[in-house]
């Protein structure tokens, strides 16, 4: 195969993954790591992607980059459901207690999962600033449906604000399942939105036990603002493997990872 052919299928890659590994692409077109890293630097140098330890990511992949909901919907559908259905293991089968939601597309899937359970001993009490988790679960048989408000941002359809935060400080969930836009080993969790993270902080500031929602698009992901470090987490759900740098991390902060 030339290396014309070969950095095509990399981009190729990239797009619909949103992110690549040198080992695992060395071993798919039985190549070097070199040659796969020259690839990459070739890549990167006609700015089609960039570079990120270990590996390379999408170029749209900057700091501030942030996609609609509806658009980041119709992105790893099945990784996400299969990561909602394994976060729900956290719950436990009794069921009862209390959690909150973030938003995001992961925690959206969680939420159709949570509100199609049936039978609980005592009902879930669920809070969350999400418009989205907030419809999904609203007459939902099995739980206690409290949704915080403030001004709703239209990308993500979360209320943020002082209002919000304020009153996601006064809580104490037993367990709170986020999102992230990206998650690496140096700066924990990131967000592109400053009102975004506020709010993210105030609920794993709040939460007795953190779990985060993340599939293997986000690793190595380092938006404008960090709003978690590693430390602050008890799990990880996700769907792949993380870099071996992430997974260092990971142990050292004692964070739990679950792979759906």
Do not use: C
């Not at 630097?41 to 390379?56: I, N, P, S, W």
């Not at 559908?77 to 992961?106: E, F, N, P, Q």
Request: aromatic share 4%.
């Amino acid at each position: 195969m030339y290396a014309t052919e070969r950095q095509q299928l990399i981009e190729q890659l990239i797009t619909t993954e949103g992110r690549v590994v040198v080992v695992d692409l060395a071993r798919r077109f039985g190549v070097t790591t070199e040659t796969v890293r020259r690839d990459l630097d070739q890549l990167e140098t006609a700015g089609l992607v960039r570079r990120v330890h270990g590996g390379a990511v999408a170029r749209t992949r900057v700091s501030t980059a942030e996609t609609s909901f509806v658009e980041r919907t119709q992105r790893r559908t099945d990784a996400k459901l299969a990561i909602a259905a394994r976060a729900l293991d956290a719950i436990g089968t009794h069921g009862d207690g209390s959690v909150y939601i973030d938003a995001g597309t992961t925690t959206a899937a969680l939420a159709g999962l949570l509100a199609q359970r049936t039978t609980t001993s005592h009902p879930l009490e669920v809070v969350t600033h999400s418009m989205t988790v907030a419809h999904l679960l609203a007459g939902a048989p099995a739980l206690n449906l409290t949704a915080i408000g403030g001004r709703v941002r239209g990308l993500t359809a979360a209320a943020v604000g002082a209002q919000t935060v304020d009153a996601i400080s006064r809580l104490r969930p037993d367990l709170a399942f986020i999102g992230t836009n990206g998650l690496s080993a140096a700066f924990g969790l990131s967000t592109p939105d400053p009102d975004e993270a506020a709010v993210k902080r105030a609920v794993i500031a709040s939460a007795r036990r953190v779990v985060v929602l993340a599939d293997a698009e986000k690793f190595d992901g380092e938006l404008l603002v960090s709003f978690g470090r590693l430390a602050d987490l008890d799990i990880l759900v996700t769907d792949a493997e993380p870099p071996a740098d992430l997974v260092a991390a990971l142990g050292d902060a004692d964070v739990e990872v679950w792979i759906a």
